[in-house]
């Protein structure tokens, strides 16, 4: 069921990962959730052990892959980090998603991780739209070499607005999920996406204004697009991004439950 806004949000308990182990095989992490770890709770049950490496899947870019460690097959998801850069947060949630029954590619657009918002404007401005194309494409065909059966992008901040880029680039995808990313809302443009988006908002956000987000939302439907656009009252931008000032965690796991359900319909 399509729901175009979300009131304030009176969920249970959440907590953030707490408690992960880590062993080495060859060359290779395992990641494992612990029995017991109240975040399984927020995350979903179904978390499987996952294995990690760091693999070079474009000229000069090198990704963070998740999947899980039994070899599956699975579907694939390319996921695009915020305007920080691949750092360890987006490295937790491939792992989180991952350990739900998908090949996750964390992908690289900038070479570094910004420490001050400064470094991570700069990086930012100095990305090639063409070539960040390229980029997470390349992610999308190492994904289906190592066997993925189906295919979505995922990313946050800057990396919503990468995969709106990725879903109109005519890559073959089964969905897009953005989280407060920059829109397109040229329904010309928006009419070349063949898979259904899923979009999470804050009321809040300053960046990417409530307006826009329903203009994107009626061009979607204008043009046909299956979709699913929810915004969260009182959250303002990145209000997912534990580590920041608007973390909003209630709304958080809502989202995060919406986006593997979403997922979940779609790839599987």
């Given at each position: 069921?399509?729901?175009?806004s979300?009131s304030s949000?009176?969920?249970s308990?959440y907590?953030?990962l707490?408690?992960?182990f880590?062993?080495?095989?060859?060359g290779?992490?395992?990641?494992?959730?612990?029995a017991?770890?109240t975040?399984?709770?927020?995350?979903?049950s179904a978390?499987?052990?996952?294995?990690?490496m760091?693999?070079g899947?474009?000229?000069?870019?090198?990704g963070f892959l998740?999947?899980p460690a039994?070899?599956?097959?699975?579907?694939g998801?390319v996921?695009?980090h915020?305007?920080?850069?691949l750092?360890?947060g987006?490295?937790?949630?491939a792992?989180?998603l991952?350990s739900?029954?998908?090949?996750?590619?964390?992908?690289?657009?900038?070479?570094?991780?910004?420490?001050t918002p400064?470094r991570a404007?700069e990086?930012?401005s100095?990305?090639?739209?063409?070539r960040a194309v390229?980029?997470m494409?390349?992610a999308?065909g190492?994904?289906?070499?190592?066997g993925?059966t189906?295919?979505a992008s995922?990313?946050?901040?800057?990396?919503g607005?990468?995969?709106?880029?990725?879903?109109?680039s005519g890559?073959?995808?089964d969905?897009t999920?953005?989280?407060?990313?920059?829109?397109?809302?040229?329904?010309a443009?928006?009419?070349s996406i063949g898979?259904?988006?899923?979009?999470i908002?804050?009321?809040?956000d300053?960046?990417?204004?409530?307006?826009?987000?329903?203009?994107?939302?009626a061009?979607l439907?204008?043009?046909?697009i299956?979709?699913e656009?929810?915004?969260y009252?009182g959250v303002g931008?990145a209000?997912?991004?534990?580590?920041?000032a608007?973390?909003?965690p209630?709304e958080t796991?809502d989202a995060?439950?919406?986006t593997?359900?979403f997922?979940d319909r779609?790839?599987?």
């Amino acid at each position: 069921m399509k729901k175009k806004s979300k009131s304030s949000i009176r969920a249970s308990h959440y907590t953030i990962l707490a408690a992960m182990f880590a062993m080495a095989i060859v060359g290779s992490y395992l990641y494992a959730f612990p029995a017991g770890t109240t975040n399984s709770d927020a995350m979903g049950s179904a978390q499987l052990a996952v294995e990690t490496m760091d693999v070079g899947y474009f000229e000069g870019a090198n990704g963070f892959l998740a999947r899980p460690a039994d070899g599956g097959p699975y579907p694939g998801v390319v996921v695009v980090h915020e305007w920080w850069g691949l750092n360890d947060g987006i490295k937790d949630a491939a792992v989180k998603l991952a350990s739900h029954g998908y090949i996750v590619m964390a992908v690289d657009l900038y070479g570094e991780v910004a420490t001050t918002p400064e470094r991570a404007r700069e990086l930012t401005s100095a990305v090639n739209k063409t070539r960040a194309v390229e980029n997470m494409r390349a992610a999308a065909g190492y994904l289906r070499g190592e066997g993925a059966t189906k295919m979505a992008s995922l990313g946050w901040c800057f990396g919503g607005g990468q995969s709106m880029n990725l879903a109109l680039s005519g890559e073959d995808l089964d969905a897009t999920v953005i989280y407060y990313g920059t829109l397109v809302t040229d329904e010309a443009q928006l009419a070349s996406i063949g898979q259904p988006v899923l979009g999470i908002f804050g009321g809040e956000d300053r960046s990417i204004n409530v307006s826009v987000v329903r203009q994107f939302d009626a061009a979607l439907d204008n043009v046909g697009i299956e979709n699913e656009i929810y915004i969260y009252d009182g959250v303002g931008h990145a209000f997912a991004n534990p580590s920041g000032a608007n973390y909003a965690p209630d709304e958080t796991r809502d989202a995060w439950d919406k986006t593997l359900d979403f997922l979940d319909r779609h790839l599987k």
